[in-house]
């Protein structure tokens, strides 16, 4: 029997980024935390919530600089990235106590990527029997208020 790999990071919300002026990642790093739901500030990467979470605490992390390109990371850039996974796992570990992680990149829209020119890394925390009470579009009706609640107890929760 074949078992499907389950890869929550292709349910990107594929649809709104071709109609998003600028680039989202970009915009969020220069604006307020509360409006581009920024949950954590690093020197060359950052993490901000998805507006199009597959689950509660839906983490993106990006580097600041606008590049498209995976394989052109920097040492630096590559290294703050994985750890601020790290310390997103410790924040929702905190916060929503999940019980295990999906990590993910998408590099081309064929692989479920919205956003293609600015590479970020999905850190998407799993519960037990999640999959069955989540209905893939679900998700996509949380309330804004919900997100800026969560962005909220993410940044207070994250370690120093
Ligand atoms: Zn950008």
């Not at 990371?73 to 106590?97: F, K, N, P, T």
């Not at 829209?109 to 037990?128: E, F, M, Y």
Request: hydrophobic share 40%.
């Amino acid at each position: 029997m074949t078992r499907q790999l389950w890869a929550p990071w292709r349910l990107e919300y594929v649809g709104s980024a071709d109609e998003q002026e600028g680039c989202i990642f970009c915009i969020a790093h220069e604006g307020a935390d509360e409006e581009g739901l920024v949950v954590h500030r690093g020197r060359r990467a950052f993490v901000l919530l998805n507006r199009f979470p597959y689950s509660s605490g839906h983490l993106l992390i990006a580097p600041v600089r606008h590049i498209g390109d995976f394989a052109k990371l920097d040492d630096e850039e590559a290294l703050e990235i994985h750890r601020l996974a790290g310390q997103g796992m410790g924040a929702l570990a905190d916060v929503y106590g999940p019980q295990g992680y999906n990590l993910g990149w998408n590099l081309g829209r064929i692989a479920g990527a919205g956003i293609t020119d600015h590479v970020h890394l999905h850190l998407v925390p799993r519960w037990a029997g999640d999959t069955n009470f989540m209905p893939v579009l679900a998700d996509v009706k949380v309330l804004p208020e919900h997100l800026t609640e969560t962005r909220r107890k993410l940044a207070e929760s994250w370690p120093s």
